[in-house]
């Protein structure tokens, strides 16, 4: 059984930052895929971004430029950083692994799932 704990998440103005964090209960993240997805009120879980343990980020078009995924291997853990947020930012965001090595963009595709913090992105 693999746990995700997820931190990081909270209030902020837009344009502002956050870092989200994602542990492993163990080395979960060596052989797969880690993803961060999120889901705002009313609205369908979307796609943020995904790394891999070999190397090799992807984003969405909607956080492209502002977003940054990355990990440390050592403490098992993946960040994603967000920068610029906009009030449309705002939603529960989720990490998740996927313990295949090819690259899913659809969350039903990975198989842990974290507990999902609240960023919300104030005007």
């Known amino acids: 059984q693999v746990q995700l704990v997820e931190s990081g998440g909270g209030l902020v103005q837009a344009g502002g930052s956050l870092r989200l964090s994602c542990a492993a209960s163990?080395?979960?993240?060596?052989?797969?895929?880690t993803g961060w997805f999120r889901q705002a009120p009313g609205k369908e879980r979307e796609f943020v971004s995904a790394?891999?343990?070999?190397?090799?980020?992807i984003y969405a078009d909607s956080v492209k430029g502002r977003f940054t995924i990355s990990r440390d291997n050592a403490k098992n853990t993946v960040y994603l950083q967000m920068n610029s947020l906009k009030p449309e930012d705002t939603a529960l965001y989720y990490c998740?692994?996927?313990?295949?090595?090819?690259?899913?963009?659809?969350?039903?595709?990975?198989?842990?799932w974290g507990q999902g913090p609240q960023v919300t992105v104030s005007s």
């Open positions: 163990r080395r979960t993240f060596r052989s797969y895929v």
């Open positions: 790394i891999k343990w070999s190397g090799g980020s």
């Open positions: 998740a692994v996927r313990y295949k090595r090819s690259w899913s963009l659809i969350g039903n595709e990975y198989d842990y």
